[in-house]
């Protein structure tokens, strides 16, 4: 790798549903205490932490603890604006230097502005990063697009912190991204071997053990992620996915029953609920599904042969006609959605 110094660019899944769903109320009949909501978060019962907190805030404690572990909380949910409204609360003697930069440029990743992170750091020295510095600006680079950028400042960084579990993911997050799973491989397992415990390793893992043809490996590595971090959306709705992938369409069913009360609103989960109630036979549920969601993923050719396939079992041949028409467009003569298509005008 090289040195070459980089640019910044300046501008046991029920029992937890269990938990929360009868827990809660009990919980909140006796004043909650700091105790118990650090206690929470530190079980990953983000949830039971988050309605602690609002209850100590709601009784006006707001002192720095509070704040503090709110602000961590909010990172941990993925909710950039709550988690910069923390931060905006905490002095910089409460709260400052190295941390508060990490935690700032991470809520603003979070809240969609990574440009906002990236003019963080470009006043700074890249010698004087650590590595969770650099995790955020590569981070926030990567979304950008910088491509270019992103590749120089992520050699830099693996030079200076070779066996960060953060930065290897999200190398080779980027790499699956170009679709060069080969260059990725090592950068996954060097994440997953440094950091087993950290979401990004075990979501990566995923992503490796699925280029790699292995989806019973990969549901593992996407349960994992969803013990340690059980408020993001993507590792059940990945598991969903790959259960359907594999034929385990009842399977599929049991964890959708836990996520659509977590994550309902979320697209790509929405998106398995469809080819779920489609396995099934719910035709009209699959097509509710597929409604919910279909301007986000308008563009993705996996989605319009789903489309296809839906309106085609509920007799449709004209929209499902439409849907396959507009795959070949995007992608190409396929063989097996040209005899669908043959069949359909026959």
């Known amino acids: 790798m090289t040195t070459t110094k980089f640019k910044l660019v300046s501008p046991a899944f029920a029992a937890a549903i269990a938990l929360v769903l009868s827990g809660c109320e009990g919980m909140m009949s006796a004043s909650s205490s700091i105790e118990d909501a650090q206690s929470a978060f530190e079980q990953g019962q983000y949830r039971i932490a988050n309605a602690h907190l609002a209850d100590l ?33 905490l002095s910089e003697a409460e709260f400052g230097g190295v941390d508060r930069r990490v935690a700032l440029a991470h ?39 910088e491509a270019e950028d992103f590749a120089s400042g ?71 992620a969803h013990e340690i971090n059980p408020a993001m959306a993507s590792p ?54 597929k409604d919910r969601v279909a301007r986000v993923f308008a563009d993705n050719t996996e989605f319009m042969l789903l489309v296809a396939e839906i309106e085609t079992a509920l007799g449709n041949k004209g929209l499902a006609l439409d849907s396959y028409r507009r795959f070949v467009r995007e992608a190409g003569e396929v063989p097996e959605v040209m005899a669908k298509i043959a069949e359909l005008e026959g």
């Open 57 to 89: 805030l709601e009784r006006g404690e707001t002192n720095a603890a509070v704040r503090k572990l709110q602000l961590d909380l909010m990172l941990k949910m993925g909710d950039g604006n709550r988690a910069i409204a923390a931060l905006d609360q």
């Open 107 to 145: 809520a603003q990743i979070l809240q969609g502005s990574p440009q906002k992170t990236a003019e963080i750091y470009a006043p700074l020295l890249e010698e004087d990063y650590t590595e969770q510095d650099f995790r955020m600006v590569l981070w926030a680079l990567r979304d950008m697009g």
């Open 154 to 224: 992520m050699d830099y960084a693996l030079e200076k912190f070779p066996n960060s579990p953060y930065l290897n993911a999200l190398a080779a997050d980027q790499l699956y991204d170009f679709d060069l799973p080969e260059e990725a491989k090592q950068f996954a397992d060097r994440a997953l071997q440094n950091g087993p415990g950290i979401f990004e390793a075990n979501m990566v893992a995923g992503r490796k053990a699925i280029y790699d043809g292995k989806l019973e490996e990969a549901i593992g590595h996407y349960k994992k």
């Open 236 to 289: 059940l709705s990945n598991v969903v996915g790959l259960h359907l992938d594999l034929g385990q369409v009842d399977e599929a069913g049991k964890v959708i029953k836990v996520a659509v009360q977590n994550f309902g609103d979320f697209p790509f989960l929405q998106w398995q609920v469809a080819r779920y109630k489609l396995a099934t036979g719910d035709l009209q549920g699959a097509r509710e599904a």
